[in-house]
């Protein structure tokens, strides 16, 4: 039974740790080595009175007891360990350098270069903007992932639809230059356990349901670390009505504050002509 128990807590301490990527909790591996202590402990005992009194029961719960007890033991014992090194010792000074160069590098700026591009079609836009390596957007969304990933984001709006409109799939399909098609990777196997909070399972959501004048934003789209947004001519976007087409191509920063720029220029053009005809009608 103790030897049993080491072995639980054991499994539960780990099955914490993978789900926070953290050292198991100090407390459950003590508890754990305590469990292991006590099997070994009892299995020593009634291996003593084995010599005198000698059970086939016995024997069978010895030789599954003491194996467990020995191996918890050693588990217990590593995880201690690991929260007593300390931390400026594990990390080699070459490493240490250049995680210090991979924050320093980091894009934090409004704008940045990457694949940019639009499409509309019955009163509903999608966007879809990709994010280079080192960019701030893109670094923050890694952290959350188990393994490295090329980041980019999907928004889709429903401008002038008078019903609302359902997304169908988050996944969208890439259409490259070789007339190929790669369909990005499913974002919520990627993400670690701790980061599936409400807000992101909203943003994962299949189907998204989206009112007239709302917009889904900033859906993540996620490809292999080694995939390349130069290679896509166009994306193609899942609805319920039919799919969305949306060309697009890298563009550099000043590119983007330009087309920015624009947009926000025509917007306000069409707010003061929409003004003045509302003036004029009264």
């Not at 000698?54 to 030789?63: D, E, I, T």
């Amino acid at each position: 039974m103790a030897a049993f128990l080491a072995f639980m807590t054991t499994v539960i301490a780990e099955l914490i740790a993978h789900s926070r990527q953290e050292p198991p909790f100090i407390v459950l591996s003590l508890l754990a080595g305590l469990f292991a202590v006590a099997a070994l402990a009892t299995g020593g005992y009634a291996q003593t009175v084995q010599l005198t009194h000698w059970s086939r029961r016995v024997r069978n719960r010895l030789l599954v007891g003491l194996p467990v007890g020995l191996l918890t033991l050693a588990s217990a014992s590593v995880n201690v360990y690991r929260h007593h090194v300390p931390v400026g010792h594990t990390d080699a000074p070459g490493l240490s350098a250049s995680r210090s160069q991979y924050l320093t590098d980091e894009d934090r700026s409004l704008f940045k270069p990457g694949w940019y591009g639009e499409g509309q079609g019955n009163g509903v836009q999608a966007v879809v903007t990709s994010f280079e390596e080192n960019a701030a957007e893109s670094r923050a969304f890694n952290r959350l992932t188990t393994e490295p990933v090329t980041y980019a984001t999907l928004t889709v709006i429903n401008l002038g639809n008078p019903l609302p409109v359902t997304l169908t799939h988050a996944r969208i399909t890439l259409l490259l230059e070789s007339d190929e098609e790669v369909q990005s990777l499913e974002v919520r196997p990627l993400l670690r356990l701790s980061a599936l909070d409400d807000r992101m399972r909203l943003r994962l959501a299949e189907p998204r349901v989206i009112a007239p004048g709302a917009m889904a934003a900033d859906i993540p789209v996620c490809l292999d670390s080694r995939f390349r947004w130069e290679r896509v001519r166009a994306v193609r976007v899942s609805l319920q009505a039919g799919d969305l087409l949306v060309a697009g191509r890298v563009l550099t920063a000043e590119e983007k504050r330009d087309l920015a720029e624009k947009s926000s220029s025509a917007k306000n053009a069409a707010t003061n002509l929409s003004a003045e005809a509302w003036f004029k009608e009264l």
